[in-house]
C-alpha cells in the first residue's frame, strides 16, 4: 500500500517537474509589451550567477565592482526544490501549483540564503541606530514555559538555570522526526500525547474539520510579511501529516485584535481607520482609546487546569482543582490551546486511531516534565487527561506570575515596541510643542518603522514571531503585529497630511507641488535642474538586454513607461539621487517655499527621453532585509573581511515593503510586486511623500521660533577651577573623589573628550586603553588616541559588529591600526557594548588607573542629545577590576570573578536578581524596601518575573522605561506596587540607574546595560557602583525628578500608555537645565 508520505513525495515530485516545464516554455514577458524585461531563462543565469557568487563559488565575474543599480539576483535557484519540502495538497491542481510553488519556493530559498538567527544582536532604533531581535532564553530551562518548577521535577527539586548550549539546526528529512531551522529544543516544549512534534511555525488553516477524521496534506506555504492570506504556516520545520487547526475565535486576552486594519488595496492616509486616541478625560491613550489590549477583568480566564490521572489502567482520575503538587503533574495551560491541538499518534499520522480522539484534547504534561515523547518501543501505560476552567482565584498566584512574565498571550514584545512607536509618534501631536519639533517626532517614527522593517519583518514574513520555548498560536499575534504596523503607517500620514501641512503653512513653511509654481519659477527650476541634478540622473530601461535594476535599501526611485514612435512601450527606471537635498528652497517666495525634489525631477524627466512620449510616471520605494549575521564569526581568520562580506551581501538581500505613491499604475505595480517577489500585502499605497525620515532637513530651517530653544551644555563647576589653577588638572581633580557627570546638560567635550586629551598630553600617562562601540565620523578621541600611539601604550577595542556602524567602525580600526594602536574586535559570539576608558598613570606611589565608565557612547554628537550618565573615579578597586576587564577583552584571560564590577554576561544578571530577591525579603520582614530604575528597555524574563515577585512580597517598585516593556503595572493581586512610566522630550532619555534601598544601606549603580536579555546574556556589559554618598542622593533626586514629571507616558495595566494632552508645569528636562544653570553657571564653548 502507497503511504501517505510515499503520496507526498510523488506529489512535491510531480510539482517540480511541473515547474521546471513551464519554467522553460514560458517566455513572455510581464507586461505584455516585447522587450519590457528580460525572459525566464536569462533571469535564471543571471539568478545562478549571483548565487555562485554569494556562496563563494564565483570568481570570474568580477562581482565586487556591482554597484546598486547593477542587476538583482534572485536569491535561489527556483528551479531547484529541497526534497525536504514534502507539503503538497493532494487535491491542488497543476494550474493552481505553477504560480503559487513558484513564490513559496523562492522564499524558502531566500530562507537559505539569509538564515535567521534567533539570537539577534539588536539595537534601540533611534538609541544606537539599527536593529531589534528577538529574545532567546537559552538560559531558561528548556521545559514549557508555561509548566512550573519542570525542572525541579526533572532533578529532584533542584533548580538548574545553566545555560544549555544551542544545537545545530537542520531540516526534517523523510519520515524522520528531526528538528529544523527551529532549534531542536522547541520541539521538547510541543510534544503532544503520544508523542508526535508540533510546531508553532506550522498552523495549517482549515475551516471545518471533522472530528476523528484524517488530516488532508496541506500545500507549502511561506507567508508573505504582511499578508493576511494564509498566515502562520513555514515550511521551514516539518512535520509529517499535520492535523489541520480549526480556526479559533480571538481570544479574551487580545481585544486588540477587534481593531481592523486598512484594507491593502486602500490607499494611506486612509482617516476612517484611525483610531481614537483622546479619552473622555482629554489623556492620549496608545494606540487606541476604544481598544484595549489585555482584558484585565478577565486576565486569567484562557486558563485551563490540567491534571494528570493516576497510571492505573481503568482508575478514574483525580484531579486537584484547588492545589497545585509538582510531583503530580499539575499544570495551567492556555485554554484556546487545548482547542487549537489535535493529538497525533507516534507515527507521524492523525489521531484517528489514537486513545484520544478528541480534537480538543491538550497535552500530556507528564511527557512535559520528562522533556520527550512516548518512546514507540516501549509499552506504556494509557492514561487519561482532563482540562477543567478554573476560576481565577483557584489559580496559584506563582503560576499567574509565571503567565506574567514568561508568556507571550499577555504582551509580546513586538507589540510593545510599536507602541514605543506610537508614543514617539503622538509626541508630534502635541500642540504645546515647536511645530518643526513636531516633524521632527514625526521623522524619528518613520525612521523606527524603517529600521523596524529591515529587521523584524523577513522574520514575519517567514511566520516566525520572537518568542519560541512554548506553543503559541502565533497567526492571531501576527496578524495583531501587522495590523498595528499599517495602523501606524495610516497614523503617521494621517499626521503629516491632515495636521502638520496646515500647521506649518500657518507657520509660513510652504512646502509645494511643481503645478503651484508661477511660469518663470518652473522656467528658474528647470535651469536648477539642468545644472545641478541632470548629470546625477542614470535612467535604467528594462528590457532583452537591460536586466531589472537593483534597488539599494530605502531607495526612492520613479517609475517611467515609455513609448518610442509606434514600437511597444519600454519600463525605465530611474533612482532619485541620495546625495543632494530631498527639498529645494525657493528663494522667491515666501521666506520659506520648499518643493521636494522628486517634484523637480517629474516635471522634467523629457529632457531625459526627448523625442519620446512618456505615458506614465510614479514614484516607490523599496525597503530590503537589512541584518548583519555572522554565522560564522567562530571560524573566520579574519573578522575584518568577514564583515566586508556580509555587508557586500546587504546589497542583494530580500526586498520585504515597497511604498508606491498614489498615482501608479496597476500594470507597473504588478511587475514591480513579480520582480520583487512581494505580495499585495507588502504594498504600501500613499498619498504624499515617501519616505517621512526625509523631513529630518526641514528641522535644520533657520527658524528658531519654531524650534525649542538651544540648550548650550554647561562646564562641570569643578572643572571650571582649572583654567584659574593651570598647576591642577584633572586627576587631581579625579583623585578628590568620584565626579558624577549628566549629559547633556554637562558638557561631553569638557569632560571626557578632555579627560582623554589631558591624557595625551601628560608625559606621566604610560598607557591609554578604550572600548568603543560608536562615536562621531569625525570623532576628535579617534585622532587624540592616534596622537596618543607615538608615545604611549595605546589599546582600542572597536566594536565592528555595532548595527549600522559597520563600516564606519572598520574605517577606524584601520586608521587607529596604521596609528600604531593595539587594535581588537572583541569577543567572538558576542557584542563589547561597555562604554569604558582606563588611562595608567605613573605617580610617587607608583602606577595609578583613572576610569571612566558611561551609560552613553564616546559620540561627540549624540552627547548633545542623549541623556547619559558618566563616573569618573580612580578607586584602587575598580583599577584592578578594569585591568582585568581588558585583559579578558583583549588577551583571552579566563578571569572569573571581579571585586566590585558587575559584568555581563558574567555575573551581571544574577547579581540584579540578588539584589531585587534581597529587597522582597526585607518588605517580607516588615522593612522599608523600594527599587527605583531608569532604563531604556526591559524585557529581560527572569528579571520580569522578580519584580512581580517582589511586588507580591510589598517592595514599591518605580521604573523609568523610555522603550519597550514587558512588565505590566497596576494588575490586581499582582503587580499594584509597580508603577512604569515613560519619558519623551528634546532629548532621548538614554541613561541606566539601577537603585535598592537595602534596608537603608541605599545602593545605586549606573550601567552600559538595559534590563533586556540581549545586554545581560549576549553582550559585553558593565555596571559599577556608585558609593559617594553625595552622588548617590543625586542619582535618587534625578530618578524623584522624572517620577514627578506631570508630561510623562503612564503605562496601564492592558499595556496601553497614557499622557496628559494639556501639560502642566514644567517637564523633567526643563527643570535639569534650569538646575544646571544654578548650579554649573560657565557654559561650554568651542
Not at 157 to 171: A, E, I, L
Not at 379 to 394: D, G, L, N, R
Not at 725 to 741: A, N, Q
Not at 1037 to 1051: G, H, K, P, Q, S
Request: proline share 5%; aromatic share 8%.
Amino acid at each position: 500500500m502507497t503511504t501517505t508520505s510515499e503520496k507526498v513525495n510523488k506529489k512535491i515530485q510531480d510539482d517540480t517537474n511541473g515547474l521546471k516545464q513551464q519554467k522553460k516554455q514560458d517566455k513572455k514577458p510581464l507586461i505584455n509589451n516585447q522587450g519590457m524585461i528580460s525572459t525566464e531563462q536569462q533571469q535564471k543565469d543571471k539568478d545562478k550567477d549571483a548565487a555562485e557568487f554569494l556562496s563563494g563559488n564565483k570568481n570570474n565575474k568580477n562581482f565586487d565592482d556591482i554597484d546598486e543599480d547593477a542587476s538583482t539576483p534572485n536569491l535561489g535557484d527556483d528551479s531547484n526544490v529541497d526534497q525536504q519540502d514534502e507539503e503538497s495538497d493532494d487535491e491542488q491542481t497543476a494550474s493552481s501549483t505553477s504560480s503559487s510553488t513558484k513564490m513559496e519556493l523562492h522564499r524558502y530559498n531566500i530562507s537559505k540564503q539569509f538564515p535567521i538567527d534567533y539570537q539577534d544582536e539588536d539595537e534601540d532604533y533611534d538609541e544606537e541606530s539599527s536593529s531589534l531581535g528577538e529574545e532567546d532564553e537559552s538560559d531558561v530551562p528548556d521545559k514549557i514555559s508555561l509548566l512550573p518548577n519542570a525542572e525541579k521535577m526533572e532533578n529532584g527539586g533542584k533548580s538548574n538555570n545553566k545555560s544549555r548550549p544551542r544545537k545545530k539546526r537542520s531540516s526534517v528529512g523523510n519520515g524522520a522526526n528531526k528538528t529544523g531551522a527551529i532549534d531542536k529544543k522547541l520541539s521538547e516544549t510541543m510534544i503532544a500525547e503520544s508523542g508526535q512534534l508540533f510546531s508553532p511555525t506550522e498552523f495549517v488553516k482549515s475551516s471545518t474539520v471533522p472530528t476523528g477524521a484524517k488530516s488532508p496534506v496541506q500545500p507549502l506555504l511561506l507567508n508573505s510579511m504582511l499578508g493576511f492570506d494564509n498566515l502562520g504556516a513555514s515550511n521551514v520545520l516539518q512535520v509529517q501529516n499535520p492535523t489541520p487547526i480549526p480556526n479559533v475565535a480571538p481570544s479574551a486576552t487580545t481585544p486588540l485584535l477587534n481593531s481592523s486594519a486598512p484594507p491593502v488595496t486602500n490607499v494611506l492616509p486612509d482617516p476612517d481607520y484611525c483610531h481614537r486616541i483622546l479619552d473622555n478625560q482629554e489623556n492620549y491613550v496608545v494606540p487606541s482609546a476604544d481598544h484595549k489590549i489585555l482584558d484585565i477583568d478577565n486576565l486569567f480566564n484562557d486558563l485551563a487546569f490540567c491534571g494528570q490521572s493516576e497510571t492505573t489502567p481503568g482508575s478514574t482520575p483525580k484531579h486537584r482543582p484547588h492545589s497545585f503538587t509538582p510531583n503530580a503533574g499539575f499544570g495551567f495551560i492556555p485554554l484556546k490551546l487545548t482547542a487549537d491541538i489535535s493529538p497525533t499518534n507516534g507515527n507521524g499520522g492523525s489521531s484517528s486511531n489514537s486513545n484520544s480522539t478528541s480534537s480538543g484534547a491538550p497535552f500530556s504534561l507528564n511527557s512535559l516534565v520528562n522533556g520527550n515523547g512516548t518512546n514507540n518501543n516501549t509499552p506504556t501505560t494509557t492514561t487519561t487527561t482532563t482540562t477543567t476552567t478554573t476560576k481565577e482565584e483557584e489559580i496559584p498566584l506563582d503560576l499567574k506570575i509565571l503567565q506574567l512574565s514568561g508568556s507571550r498571550l499577555y504582551f509580546n514584545r513586538e507589540l510593545t515596541e510599536l507602541i514605543y512607536f506610537y508614543r514617539i509618534l503622538y509626541e508630534g501631536y502635541g500642540l504645546s510643542l515647536p511645530v518643526l519639533e513636531r516633524v521632527r517626532f514625526l521623522a524619528i517614527t518613520s525612521q523606527n518603522l524603517d529600521m523596524y522593517f529591515c529587521k523584524r519583518a523577513l522574520k514575519l514574513r517567514l511566520g516566525y514571531i520572537s518568542t519560541r520555548k512554548s506553543l503559541k498560536p502565533e497567526e492571531r499575534y501576527i496578524n495583531m503585529v501587522l495590523n498595528t504596523t499599517r495602523n501606524l503607517i495610516n497614523e503617521m500620514y494621517n499626521l503629516y497630511c491632515n495636521i502638520l501641512l496646515p500647521e506649518l503653512s500657518n507657520n509660513n513653511v510652504f512646502i509645494l507641488k511643481h503645478q503651484d509654481l508661477t511660469d518663470s519659477e518652473k522656467i528658474q527650476l528647470r535651469g536648477f535642474f539642468l545644472q545641478h541634478v541632470f548629470p546625477l540622473m542614470t535612467p535604467l530601461v528594462v528590457d532583452a538586454g537591460h536586466p531589472f535594476p537593483n534597488l539599494s535599501n530605502l531607495s526612492l526611485n520613479i517609475a517611467v513607461l515609455l513609448k518610442h514612435d509606434e514600437e511597444n512601450t519600454r519600463f525605465v527606471r530611474i533612482k532619485v539621487p541620495q546625495r543632494i537635498p530631498r527639498f529645494v528652497h525657493i528663494k522667491q517666495r515666501a521666506p520659506y517655499s520648499i518643493i521636494p525634489m522628486e517634484e523637480i525631477i517629474l516635471a522634467n524627466l523629457d529632457t531625459l527621453f526627448p523625442n519620446t512620449k512618456i505615458l506614465t510616471k510614479s514614484l516607490f520605494r523599496v525597503t530590503r532585509h537589512n541584518d548583519l549575521k555572522l554565522n560564522n564569526e567562530d571560524q573566520a581568520n579574519d573578522l575584518l573581511e568577514l564583515i566586508k562580506t556580509e555587508l557586500h551581501k546587504r546589497k542583494f538581500a530580500p526586498m520585504v515593503r515597497l511604498e508606491v505613491s498614489h498615482d501608479m499604475p496597476v500594470e507597473i505595480l504588478d511587475m514591480l510586486k513579480t520582480q520583487l517577489h512581494l505580495e499585495n500585502s507588502d504594498v504600501f499605497i500613499i498619498n504624499g511623500p515617501l519616505g517621512l525620515s526625509d523631513l529630518f532637513e526641514l528641522c535644520k530651517l533657520n527658524l528658531p521660533h519654531l524650534k525649542f530653544e538651544p540648550w548650550n551644555p554647561h562646564i562641570p563647576s569643578c572643572l571650571v577651577k582649572l583654567t584659574k589653577y593651570p598647576m591642577d588638572d584633572i586627576f587631581s581633580i579625579i583623585r578628590k573623589g568620584e565626579l558624577l557627570i549628566n549629559l547633556p546638560y554637562l558638557s561631553f567635550n569638557s569632560s571626557v573628550q578632555f579627560f582623554i586629551e589631558s591624557a595625551v598630553k601628560d608625559p606621566k600617562v604610560l598607557a591609554i586603553k578604550m572600548s568603543i562601540y560608536r562615536t562621531n565620523s569625525n570623532s576628535q578621541l579617534i585622532r587624540a588616541l592616534c596622537e596618543a600611539a607615538a608615545h604611549k601604550e595605546v589599546s582600542v577595542l572597536i566594536d565592528l559588529k555595532a548595527s549600522g556602524d559597520e563600516e564606519l567602525n572598520t574605517k577606524f580600526a584601520r586608521l587607529l591600526e596604521q596609528a600604531g594602536c593595539h587594535v581588537s574586535y572583541g569577543l567572538v559570539g558576542l557584542k563589547t557594548h561597555a562604554k569604558i576608558a582606563m588611562v595608567v598613570r605613573e605617580e610617587e606611589n607608583g602606577l595609578r588607573e583613572y576610569l571612566h565608565i558611561s551609560t552613553g557612547n564616546y559620540n561627540a554628537s549624540t552627547a548633545d542629545i542623549y541623556a547619559d550618565m558618566g563616573l569618573f573615579s580612580c578607586d584602587q578597586d575598580l583599577g584592578q577590576d578594569m585591568c582585568n576587564l581588558f585583559n579578558y577583552l583583549t588577551g583571552y584571560s579566563r578571569v572569573t570573578s571581579f571585586k566590585k564590577l558587575l559584568i555581563a554576561p558574567m555575573n551581571m544578571r544574577s547579581t540584579l536578581i540578588q539584589l531585587i530577591e534581597n529587597e522582597a525579603k526585607n518588605a517580607r520582614e516588615g522593612k522599608e524596601a523600594s527599587i527605583y530604575a531608569v532604563m531604556n528597555g526591559l524585557d529581560d524574563k527572569r528579571l520580569v518575573n522578580c519584580l512581580y515577585q517582589a511586588s507580591v512580597a510589598g517592595v514599591k517598585i518605580n521604573l523609568v522605561v523610555r522603550g519597550r516593556c514587558r512588565i505590566l503595572p497596576g494588575v490586581p493581586g499582582i503587580s499594584d506596587n509597580i508603577k512604569v512610566i515613560s519619558i519623551l522630550g528634546r532629548f532621548l532619555e538614554h541613561s541606566r540607574i539601577y537603585c535598592f534601598h537595602n534596608n537603608g544601606n541605599k545602593k545605586a549603580y549606573i550601567a552600559s546595560a538595559d534590563w533586556l536579555h540581549r545586554n545581560l546574556k549576549r553582550r559585553v556589559e558593565v555596571m559599577v557602583p556608585v558609593e559617594d554618598p553625595n552622588n548617590i542622593k543625586q542619582l535618587y533626586d534625578i530618578i524623584d525628578v522624572y517620577l514627578n514629571d506631570t508630561n510623562a507616558w503612564e503605562m496601564l495595566p492592558d499595556g496601553r500608555y497614557k499622557k496628559r494632552s494639556k501639560p502642566i508645569g514644567e517637564d523633567s528636562q526643563t527643570y535639569f537645565m534650569k538646575s544646571t544653570i544654578q548650579k554649573h553657571p560657565v557654559i561650554w564653548t568651542k
